[in-house]
């Protein structure tokens, strides 16, 4: 089995925004901004902060497929397996993919419908008409390209690498910024044990979030008909 592997993708973020979550997390515990006496200003004193503000992005980028990237790969003829290289973010799943040469939009199937429709199926070369998943970050086309003319454009949802430093951007759109500072303020009452206030946060993460109804606070009822015999 040969594999291909390429680097090439273009960032197709809804939004990029400063780091002013930290700011928030900050005043929302009652900590000074200017002069924290429990977080330091640097990099190690916000580190707590900033891995629970990194696991709410990541949180959030599985659950809403919020952060996308596009990906290009030069098809090579014979080859039916390549590797999606993003070098920064990391793939969470595909959600088109183009031959761009054709605009022709692969249908997805699974590996083993590969096998069932054609045991030989890697001998097959031609234009490529459909694709499958390999974990995150292979790909398989069939049939393989005749030619090294064409490209692949893949359309991904990814999950943002890691921020480290008050430095750098953090990739969250702007509509969940306050759902991962809500996040985080949760996790740092989590921590101290303060479960009141933890719950507190937590509900309005998931508020923020927009998911509240997938974690009910009560049973849900389940409504039946009666039949009532009268004498």
Known sequence: MEMFCVHGWSCIWETWTVNSLETHVLELIGESVDSPDVFADTDAGMAPIRDSINAAIEEISMLTGCGKRNY????????????????????????????????????????????????????NTG?????????????????????????LEIEACVVPERYTSDEQRIKLRDDYQWAAVHYAVGEYYAGRGDAIQAKKFHTRYLMKLGIQGLYQE?????WAYQTQVTQ
């Open 72 to 123: 290009h790969i030069p098809m090579k003829s014979g080859y039916n397996f390549y590797t999606i290289d993003s070098r920064q973010d990391e793939v969470a799943w595909p959600t088109n993919i183009w031959l761009m040469g054709i605009g022709r939009r692969l249908e997805r199937v699974e590996f083993r419908w590969l096998i069932e429709y054609n045991p030989l199926w890697m001998q």
């Open 127 to 151: 234009t490529p008409e459909r694709y499958c998943i390999i974990g995150t970050d292979i790909l398989t086309v069939h049939p393989a390209p005749s030619s090294d003319t064409d490209i």
């Open 218 to 222: 009560t049973p849900e009822r389940v």
